[in-house]
């Protein structure tokens, strides 16, 4: 009998925005925004249970300020999400960031270890980031 992940693919995906978007220990209203526009409306999202969102920003919280929690984080990340959204994770975190306009060290240092964990090759980040900042120009 296997274990269960404590997440689901669903949940892991929003960890990883709630991560991005703690990063540099100031959760943005645009930041917030972006995550509850993405949850309600990109397909993969369709059966997550919203209420889950309390839950998983909890467990991103609590790992943030252990020693080795970014580490645990991961883990659990990795252990719940499939490879094949790997690239869909990094493409919804680079969207959090980019959600202020503003890119600060912390957050680019959060999704430089996301392409590490998730071995995201430098081509394919740079085009994920580049749709991002087109998305999230201003007039």
């Given at each position: 009998?296997?274990?269960?992940?404590?997440?689901?693919?669903?949940?892991?995906?929003?960890?990883?925005?709630?991560?991005?978007?703690?990063?540099?220990e100031?959760?943005?209203?645009?930041?917030?925004?972006?995550i509850?526009?993405i949850?309600?409306?990109?397909?993969v999202?369709?059966?997550?249970?919203?209420?889950?969102?309390?839950?998983?920003?909890?467990?991103?919280?609590?790992?943030?300020?252990?020693?080795?929690?970014?580490?645990a984080?991961?883990g659990?990340?990795?252990d719940?999400?499939?490879e094949?959204?790997?690239?869909?994770?990094y493409?919804?975190?680079?969207?959090?960031?980019?959600a202020d306009?503003?890119?600060?060290?912390?957050?680019?240092?959060?999704l430089?270890?996301?392409?590490?964990q998730?071995n995201?090759?430098?081509?394919?980040?740079?085009?994920?980031?580049?749709?991002a900042?087109?998305?999230?120009?201003t007039?």
């Open positions: 009998m296997t274990e269960q992940p404590s997440l689901s693919p669903q949940d892991a995906l929003v960890a990883l925005m709630i991560a991005v978007s703690v990063s540099d100031n959760i943005r209203t645009s930041e917030l925004v972006t509850e526009r949850v309600n409306h990109l397909p999202f369709a059966e997550y249970d919203e209420d889950r969102l309390g839950v998983v920003s909890r467990i991103v919280f609590d790992l943030m300020e252990e020693e080795d929690g970014l580490d984080l991961f659990l990340i990795l719940a999400l499939p094949r959204l790997f690239e869909t994770g493409a919804l975190a680079c969207d959090v960031a980019a306009g503003l890119l600060r060290q912390t957050e680019l240092q959060m430089q270890e996301i392409r590490y998730f995201i090759d430098r081509l394919h980040a740079a085009a994920i980031e580049r749709g900042r087109a998305r999230h120009l007039v």
